[in-house]
């Protein structure tokens, strides 16, 4: 997963973290599956940079639930 999608410039926002980083360590805890984390997090930047910037992923997954918080554990 990246901040934006190839060829588009990611903002740094006004706080602490930028808008990708702040969306992402607000989910990245939840008990679901990566995906579904993932576009939870483009939605809230794209929210909050005002449909500017759209964070972008590239893979190839496979198998069943990946949820990190489950590995954490």
Do not use: C, K, N
């Not at 929210?47 to 990190?68: H, I, K």
Request: aromatic share 6%; no cysteine.
């Amino acid at each position: 997963s990246y901040a934006t999608r190839d060829g588009s410039v990611a903002e740094d926002g006004t706080g602490t973290h930028s808008p990708y980083t702040s969306a992402l360590l607000r989910h990245l805890d939840a008990d679901e599956d990566i995906a579904l984390v993932l576009r939870r997090v483009r939605q809230e930047v794209l929210r909050a940079t005002g449909q500017r910037q759209e964070p972008w992923e590239y893979g190839s997954l496979v198998g069943d639930q990946l949820v990190l918080s489950r590995l954490a554990r």
